[in-house]
């Protein structure tokens, strides 16, 4: 219960339901395989999770997203437009609430190699504005512990972007 529903300034009806925001964007992509939407859709939800660590997204990130979603589920421009859309949107509202269940039903689903996948495009995705900030950069490694990925593993996909990274770059 939020804060504005104890007060009774929100009725208990308006509340978004944690479980609907995946469902929105599986089915935007109803015309492919269930399984592999719903794949898709937590993708890009966390995807937009690192994009709006900073409480804005940029073009450029917003770009990536598209790009990531579309190569990978091979979709459309149009339809990996509209699920990184409403990810963005339903990220921004339900914020930190669905967050780690988003990550817990993408570990469950995904192999090894594609929760990696995941985090080089969270990298991508937080590089596309020329920088991965620290904020960005820990987002990613709360997901990678979330999936269950060692240390070593993160380390390795982050030395990746050592040139993208804030840390190293003066003001």
């Not at 804060?3 to 339901?17: A, H, K, N, Q, Y």
């Not at 570990?107 to 080089?120: F, P």
């Not at 512990?145 to 982050?158: G, K, P, S, V």
């Amino acid at each position: 219960m939020s804060i504005l529903e104890w007060l009774g300034l929100v009725p208990r009806s308006t509340r978004p339901d944690d479980s609907d925001a995946i469902h929105r964007i599986e089915r935007q992509l109803n015309s492919m395989d269930p399984a592999r939407a719903r794949y898709l859709a937590l993708f890009a939800f966390l995807l937009a999770r690192v994009a709006d660590v900073d409480l804005h997204v940029s073009e450029a990130e917003t770009e990536e997203m598209e790009r990531q979603v579309e190569v990978l589920g091979g979709l459309p421009r149009a339809q990996a437009a509209l699920a990184v859309a409403i990810a963005k949107a339903e990220n921004r509202m339900l914020g930190a609430t669905h967050n780690f269940l988003a990550a817990r039903e993408f570990r469950d689903l995904a192999n090894e190699d594609q929760k990696r996948e995941l985090l080089h495009c969270m990298f991508a995705v937080a590089a596309a504005d020329g920088s991965i900030s620290v904020a960005e950069e820990e987002a990613i490694r709360e997901v990678s512990r979330e999936l269950l990925l060692d240390n070593q593993e993160y380390l390795a996909i982050r030395s990746g972007w050592r040139d993208k990274r804030a840390v190293f770059h003066s003001e």
